[in-house]
């Protein structure tokens, strides 16, 4: 059983495009977030959410919207792709209240290539 | 803000030998620290945190990790590797009352026979 998992794996698409990435964990979490790691392997946080209810959400250009239609799942977005927005893209779960909430369980990623 | 350097972009040991990576934090108050691992193609394992109490923490996988907060550092330690431990790590830190991590760029693990 995969605790946080993504689909597409690979995602390849030309300049323009809209495309969605997929986010689902079965760990009873419900906090879950979405990190972009780029060629460099900087991770940074773009989105959380808290029992679909965004919490935390880093200056990402709006053409990325996330989406939770319930607690379990949270997808992401992405309108007009541009080339910059290559990179491997990581959902993550954590509880909620306490240090535990700061235990984040990341997914395999998405890696997407715009061309 | 916070903030996570780890100043070495890529490391190489042997196996069986001792393994210490580099974690500086920069910080208002002391932070919550943690470190993981990224397989390659994998998503990241929380090997280890710290939050309080002892300095001296201990992980999964037969990890260590110590808090000094004199020198604002929070380095991963390890006895003897083993080949599996090839991966790339990343130290993160994380302020009270916010669960938004701060990554470091990552440190690369090499292991040669």
């Known amino acids: 059983d995969t605790a946080v998992s993504q689909t597409p794996k690979y995602l390849v698409t030309q300049m323009g495009n809209d495309k969605s990435i997929k986010c689902e964990q079965n760990l009873g979490h419900d906090t879950m977030y979405w990190y972009k790691q780029d060629s460099k392997k900087f991770l940074k946080i773009m989105f959380s959410y808290n029992n679909k209810e965004l919490i935390i959400n880093e200056t990402v250009p709006n053409r990325f919207s996330p989406k939770s239609p319930d607690k379990a799942h949270l997808n992401l977005h992405i309108n007009s792709l541009e080339l910059g927005d290559s990179a491997v893209y990581f959902c993550?779960?954590?509880?909620?209240?306490?240090?535990?909430?700061?235990?984040?369980?990341f997914g395999p990623g998405t890696r997407l290539t715009v061309t | 803000a916070q903030s996570v350097t780890q100043p070495d972009i890529h490391i190489t040991v042997s196996e069986g030998a001792s393994l210490e990576l580099r974690c500086n934090y920069s910080?208002?108050?002391?932070?919550?620290l943690f470190w993981y691992v990224q397989s390659p193609g994998q998503g990241l394992q929380l090997l280890l945190k710290y939050f309080s109490g002892d300095t001296l923490v201990q992980g999964i996988k037969g990890f260590e990790a110590e808090f000094k907060r004199s020198q604002s550092s929070f380095n991963l330690r390890k006895p003897s590797v083993h080949w599996s431990d090839a991966a790339e790590y990343f130290c993160?830190?994380?302020?009270?009352?916010?669960?938004?991590?701060?990554f470091g760029t990552g440190t690369r693990l090499t292991i040669i026979p």
């Open positions: 993160a830190v994380g302020p009270f009352g916010n669960e938004k991590l701060t």
């Open positions: 993550a779960s954590s509880p909620t209240g306490g240090v535990s909430s700061y235990e984040q369980y």
């Open positions: 910080y208002g108050a002391t932070p919550y």
